[in-house]
Structure formats: C-alpha cells, structure tokens
C-alpha cells in the first residue's frame, strides 16, 4: 500500500520540482504523518485505531504486537500490509521503513521506558500512553532517550486535546468564574480481579497511576499552576484481593503557589465510579460530569448547560503531534508534562506513607 503510494507522491513531487524547485518539500511537509501502533489491547484496538478515521493529518500504516494474531486480524481490519506488521522481535525493521514518522506505544506502563528507548534508537518520534512510566528516573530516562536521538515524545493526555476540557480551561483562564477560589477533582471505578493495573510490577501503582491522574492533571491543567506541597491519605479495603499490591482509594489535596488549595479523589472500589471536577470562582461555579470520558463530557456554569461543540479528542490528540512532527514547535503534553504527574503522584504516595504533608 504505502509503497506505491509513497514511490507515486515521490513522483509527482520530482514532477513538480522541475517547475518549482521548492515543490518537492512541499508535498512532503503535507504528507501525512504515519503512525504505527505498538501492542493491540483494550484502548488501541477501541480507542485509537478507529480515530484516523477523523484524523487530517496522520495516517495509521504499521502495527506492532506481541500477538501475530492480532496483527492477522487487525491488519486485515485496517488494510496493513504484511510488509508493515511486527512482532516485538522483528520491530527493529521499522528504522528502514520510510512509511513509519512515529510509534505510539499503548502497553502496561511499566513497559513504556523499554519500548520508548527502542523506538527513538530506531530513529522514530515517539507517543507514549498515560502513565508515562512507573517513577520520575524512567520518565526521565524516556526524555532524554528522544532528545539524544533527535526525536519529539508526546504523552497521550487526551483531555488536553478535548473540546469540553479546552472550554473548561478557557473559563478558569479568561476570568468568567472569577477568582478561583476552590477547586477538586474525583475520578474513580470499580475495577475487576486479575487485571495488570492491579499490579504494581506492571501498573507502577494503583489507582492513583490509572485514573487518579486525571484528578491531578486536571487541578494543575485548571489552576494553570504547579503545587509546591501535597498531603495525601491511601485506604485499602480490607481482605481485597485486589489491593495487595496496589492502592484504591486516594485522597490527596494540592497547595499552589497562590495558595489555592486543589483536592483530589482516586478509586478502584467505586460503584457507581465518578468522573467530575468543580471550580468554584468568586463569581461562578464551573461543574463537569463526565469530564475527562470517552464520550458524553458535559459543563455547567451555576447549573445551566455551557454548550460545547464536541470534537474527536483522539484524532486532535494525533494530529498535534503529526502537526509537530511535520512543522515543528512545543508539543503540548510533552514528557516534562508527563514526568511533572509521575513526581507529583510519588509525592502523593510518600505523604500517604509518613502521614504528612511532602515538598514537591
Ligand atoms: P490492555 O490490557 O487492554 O492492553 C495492553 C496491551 O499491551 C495488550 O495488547 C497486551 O498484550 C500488551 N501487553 C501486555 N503486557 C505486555 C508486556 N509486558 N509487554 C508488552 N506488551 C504487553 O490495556 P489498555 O487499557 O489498552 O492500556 C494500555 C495503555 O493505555 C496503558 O498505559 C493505559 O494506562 C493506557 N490507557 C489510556 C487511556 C486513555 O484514556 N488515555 C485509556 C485506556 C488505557
């Protein structure tokens, strides 16, 4: 497929080169960006692969899985050629396929430091999943992997990308609510036995690394700020397999800088879950129930709808990072983004651990 095509828009390029010498690099800044997918689970499969269907700008041309299955039948589904399926032993392959910009890595955290080290060796951009990695070293590690090798690190914060987040944003930005005067953040479900988020080796923690990052990521993407000071409290339920070796139930609070006290919620025992945050201003009260969902994000401001034109945050999440990759400036959920949670949620864990408050 992307051979052709790819030997076809050489073509035309060198076509066009010979009228206006400029006209070859143009058609390769507008090509779109090809993305390929490393580990076919849950959120790939369901979220992501279904997206570049909205996308402008990159185009999914390569899977990569530990399965050979799921590369058969996902291939098939998504029109790979075999030329562009890997297995983790045969990924080296991928440095000598021009088809391939970036390799979004969308496995168990614990495996993003690995994958995101070989992929910017092998000479690709890289797009790692949420939790950057289990601890502030490896995040760093990711970082500095890209940087040596030339190569742009985007973390998938979908909600950066989200229409109704990006309102929510503008709202405590431009002085509608007022003064932010109170600010928290709940997210939290029920989660099954057996899972590897259950498994710190593999999860790098429990909910806190999950889903209580969307509580933290919001307060700091909401009040614009960075806390200087957490405190934080861990409750296991008791004779729970599922809590053995992580955390559930999380509540931590954040100071800020101009003394803006942010709270925080995070749960794995939750029936029904939650996913809502609250900003209450000096003149306004902004709510979001869902707030950071798939789907079905809504706002009010003192309880009367703030409509919003929804988007495909999957698609706009991609396209940032193609755009970037393609035209170059700052990407907006950068690894600096993602190292700043991982030390905040370490933070989070060592005041739970003494029983008091902890510097960031
Ligand atoms: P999943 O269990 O459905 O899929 C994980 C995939 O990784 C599977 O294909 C599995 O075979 C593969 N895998 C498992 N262990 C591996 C290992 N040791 N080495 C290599 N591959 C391995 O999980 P998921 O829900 O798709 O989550 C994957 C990542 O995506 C996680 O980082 C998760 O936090 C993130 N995620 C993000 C969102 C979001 O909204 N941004 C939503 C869901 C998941």
Redesign the pocket.
């Known amino acids: 497929m992307s051979v052709t095509i790819s030997r076809r828009t050489a073509l035309i390029g060198l076509a066009a080169a010979a009228v206006d010498p400029f006209a070859f690099a143009r058609t390769q800044k507008d090509k779109p960006v090809g993305w390929a997918i490393l ?6 499969t369901n ?1 992501i692969m279904p997206a570049f269907a909205a996308a402008q700008n990159s185009k999914l041309v390569a899977l990569i ?3 050979p299955e ?1 590369l058969t039948r996902f291939g098939a589904k998504y029109g790979i050629p075999e030329s562009h399926r890997y297995t ?1 032993d045969s990924m080296d392959a991928i440095a000598s396929n021009p088809d391939i910009d970036v390799v979004y890595i ?4 614990a ?2 430091p690995e994958f995101t080290l070989r992929v910017a060796k092998l000479g690709k951009h890289v797009c790692s ?3 950057m990695a289990p601890t502030p070293a490896d995040c760093q590690k990711m970082i500095d992997a890209c940087k040596k090798a030339g190569k742009l690190l985007q973390i ?3 909600s950066h990308y989200e229409a109704h987040n990006l309102r929510a944003i503008q709202a405590c930005r431009s002085g509608e609510l007022g003064k932010i005067q109170s600010i928290r953040s709940d997210h939290g479900f029920n989660i099954g036995p057996g ?2 988020r259950t498994q710190k080796a ?1 999860a790098g923690g429990g909910s806190m690394m ?1 889903i209580g990052i969307y509580s933290l990521n919001a307060l700091r993407y909401l009040s614009g700020e960075e806390p200087i000071e957490v405190s934080a409290t861990i409750t296991n339920p008791p004779n729970d397999s599922r809590f053995v070796d992580c955390e559930d139930t999380v509540d931590f609070t954040l100071k800020f800088p101009s003394g803006l006290i942010g709270h925080g919620t995070s749960g794995y025992s939750w029936n029904p879950g939650k996913n809502r945050y609250e900003v209450v201003g000096s003149k306004s009260k902004l709510v979001a129930e869902l707030a950071t969902g ?1 789907y079905g994000n809504h706002l009010t401001v003192d309880g009367k709808d703030l409509p919003v034109v929804e988007n495909n945050q999957w698609a706009a999440q991609m396209d940032h990072f193609s755009d970037r990759i393609r035209h170059g400036g700052k990407v907006k959920t950068s690894g600096q983004e993602g190292l700043r949670d991982i030390r905040i949620i370490h933070a989070i864990y060592e005041s739970a651990r003494l029983g008091k408050p902890v510097r960031v």
């Open positions: 580990g076919l689970g849950g959120y790939a979220q899985s530990g399965h799921k983790y969308i496995t168990p955290p495996t993003h999943e949420k939790p998938g914060y979908r899972q590897w593999l999950d798939y």
